[in-house]
């Protein structure tokens, strides 16, 4: 049985990775070039630990 979700989501990696050369290292570089352009919030790890750390002082 084809999976055709599945089928979609593997066509579009392997189209991501020719586009980056299969370069692990340029993806990366592309996925944070498209998360400043798009201006997307992001959490960070110190605003993780900023956040439980003012529950904690409130508690």
């Avoid at 592309?30 to 508690?59: A, C, D, F, G, Y």
Wanted: net charge positive; hydrophobic share 35%.
């Amino acid at each position: 049985m084809k999976d055709y979700i599945v089928e979609e989501v593997r066509e579009a990696g392997a189209k991501l990775a020719e586009a980056c050369g299969y370069n692990i290292h340029a993806f990366a570089d592309m996925l944070r070039k498209h998360q400043k352009e798009t201006n997307w919030p992001t959490v960070s790890i110190n605003q993780v630990k900023k956040s439980k750390q003012k529950r904690t002082e409130v508690l």
